[in-house]
């Protein structure tokens, strides 16, 4: 995305207000908050009292980040209709909410809980399982953190026609990022997301208007020519393809829910009622947001025929400058609508970056290092180990891997290993912790063999789903055959949290 | 609280069984390879047919989280009118 005519100087102006206005929320999310830095759970899940409209854009704003524009739009574009799915497998995320979070929320509240290792822990009392899936989730979010590193540097670059490079851009948001979640912890990261979640809808809104308005605001013809040109971009698609697409809804929607940020998102809500009605919105996201991003993919094809992969990665930057050309209102909407991209990555890295720190307190430092430090000591640690895997992961991201979309479907593989355990073990007593260990392990192994061999796919399912199915097999049969000793099952009163009618 | 009034998704059979038939209906695999007319609204057939189950599903489950959903809603409602009084 280099050479954009309409960036420089206005871009980084806009750049900087934004930046301003993030750093200004977060001081004021943490000032007057004396217990905010002394609490886990006020710093992690803003003291459990999201409100509707915090919790709202905080899942909108993490759920979409700026990659799904930059790098779904290409995506689109390269494949055509069949990526419709992005729609469907981002609707049925909260489908696979709806399996666990009316539960979960309940127990969480009873139990306190922080991070999901939390569940996990009381749940199967097992070091090995707790410390699988710390290091199976830290793995994820890990890689998640990355790609949005290497996400902020791209945009940035590609704002400000490469005014700012690319190193000094990923670092002053970093640094931005740091500060406000440094000062206000969750709260500030929730209060932030509402500005970034607004900014990034009115921009895909606009964005999409002018693309349409460069192909003459008539969509059937954009088809019409795809019709002619490029036909397979078009027409039914080939079984595999259906066969991906299931398995894309089987790995995102079990992905991306359990994911430790979405799971502490259940955990801050204020009420059920507050946590309801943020799911009953966000399950119309999708369509006016990966689904707006798909037709502007679509658009393209016609706009820029015959980009290659490498090429049609600046899709949506060649398209931003087309668009800024056309008056002065669409020039500073297209530098407001890149400042939302920025804005809906920093928005989507926070929330990973303090899921990374509150694992890093909670669980590594508070459960096997010092159990008995202060709250105030073990928030302390997370803040600062999660400044240190930020700046190890910058260095990394210096070398930016290939095409976003790659490394989107590899974080999810190991990542979405944990969720038989932690869901199942939510309804069925008898799921014991040594299936559930093996369980893990093996589809671990099985997914990060396969991608590592090349075989990201077998006949269009992910890696992630087949070591997915072996895990739950594993873990399904091994609990029916382990003999139920006193020591495996949960205690009375243990089991009286889980009971929702007690 | 009174058990009557516990609503669990989990507990709906029909729920998931609606969910599951619903998302067989978005994935394109029944339609013929490579067909593509006609066209509705720009789109072709089976891509506005799929999108059109898309939408379902939204709505869907944006129904039920609101409808389906309610297990201490009621508990946690009163204990914030009765904490409202109190600093009322």
Redesign the interface.
């Known amino acids: 995305m280099d050479n954009l005519t309409f960036a420089g100087m206005d871009g980084i102006i806009i750049l900087s207000v934004f930046a301003i206005v993030m750093l200004l929320i977060g001081y004021f999310s943490g000032k007057g908050d004396s217990n905010l830095h002394h609490s886990l759970s006020g710093y992690y899940l803003a003291g459990r009292n999201l409100g509707f409209i915090a919790l709202f854009f905080t899942l909108y704003a993490t759920q979409y980040s700026g990659n799904t524009i930059v790098g779904y739009a290409p995506t689109g574009y390269r494949t055509g209709f069949s990526w419709l799915q992005s729609i469907s497998f981002m609707t049925i995320i909260i489908g696979i909410y709806l399996l666990f979070a009316p539960r979960l929320y309940v127990v969480s509240k009873r139990r306190n809980f922080v991070t999901p290792t939390d569940w996990l822990e009381f749940r199967f009392k097992s070091k090995a399982v707790t410390l699988l899936s710390i290091f199976l989730m830290l793995w994820g979010l890990g890689n998640y953190l990355l790609e949005q590193l290497v996400a902020i540097g791209q945009a940035v670059a590609g704002m400000t026609g490469g005014t700012i490079p690319y190193e000094i851009a990923v670092v002053v948001f970093v640094l931005v990022m740091l500060a406000y979640e440094w000062m206000g912890g969750m709260k500030a990261v929730a209060f932030t997301d509402v500005m970034q979640g607004i900014v990034l809808m009115i921009g895909i809104f606009v964005f999409l208007a002018g693309a349409l308005y460069l192909v003459g605001g008539n969509f059937t013809e954009v088809t019409k020519y795809i019709a002619t040109n490029e036909p397979d971009k078009l027409g039914v698609p080939a079984m595999e393809v259906s066969v991906n697409w299931f398995s894309m809804l089987v790995l995102v929607g079990l992905g991306a829910s359990i994911y430790p940020h979405a799971v502490q998102r259940i955990y801050s809500a204020q009420s059920e009622k507050t946590l309801k009605k943020s799911f009953a919105r966000m399950a119309w996201m999708p369509p006016i947001t990966t689904g707006l991003v798909f037709v502007v993919g679509i658009v393209g094809i016609m706009l820029f025929p015959g980009l290659d992969a490498a090429g049609s990665e600046q899709l949506v930057g060649l398209m931003a400058n087309k668009i800024a050309a056309i008056n002065g209102f669409y020039y500073w909407m297209m530098i407001i609508f890149f400042g939302g991209i920025v804005a809906a990555i920093i928005s989507t890295a926070d929330s990973v970056l303090l899921s990374f720190s509150s694992m890093l307190s909670n669980d590594v430092y508070g459960k096997f290092i010092s159990p008995n430090a202060s709250e105030h000591r073990k928030v302390m640690v997370g803040k600062i180990g999660g400044i240190i895997a930020i700046f190890f992961l910058l260095w990394i991201a210096w070398n930016p891997p290939g095409t976003l979309y790659e490394i989107f479907v590899l974080k999810f593989e190991l990542l979405v290993q944990v969720f038989p355990g932690f869901v199942l073990g939510l309804y069925w007593k008898r799921l014991a912790a040594k299936p559930v260990f093996w369980g893990m392990l093996l589809g671990a192994i099985l997914a990060g063999l396969l991608t590592l061999t090349g075989y990201k796919t077998i006949y269009g399912i992910h890696g992630g789903v087949l070591g997915l199915t072996l895990n739950f097999i594993v873990c399904v049969v091994g609990s029916i055959l382990v003999p139920v000793s006193s020591e495996q099952t949960l205690k009375k009163d243990e089991l009286a949290v889980l009971e929702l009618k007690a | 609280m009174k ?1 009557k009034s ?1 609503k ?3 507990r709906k059979k029909w ?1 998931w069984v609606l ?1 599951f038939i619903n ?1 067989v209906l ?4 029944y ?6 007319e006609p ?1 509705i ?4 057939l ?2 506005f047919i ?2 059109f189950f ?2 379902v ?3 869907y ?6 409808s389906q ?5 009621e508990e ?2 009163a204990a ?1 009118r009765e904490e409202e009084v109190k600093h009322g």
């Not at chain 2, 978005?26 to 695999?29: C, K, L, R, S, T």
């Not at chain 2, 339609?31 to 593509?36: C, D, I, L, S, T």
């Not at chain 2, 609204?41 to 072709?44: D, I, V, Y």
């Not at chain 2, 489950?61 to 609101?66: E, F, K, V």
């Open positions: 058990t516990i669990e998704p989990i729920i969910l998302v978005i994935v394109p695999w339609f013929p390879e490579g067909a593509v066209f609204f720009g789109f072709p089976w891509a799929s999108t898309t939408l599903m939204g709505a489950l944006s129904w039920l989280c609101i959903w309610n297990i201490v809603e946690e409602e914030k």
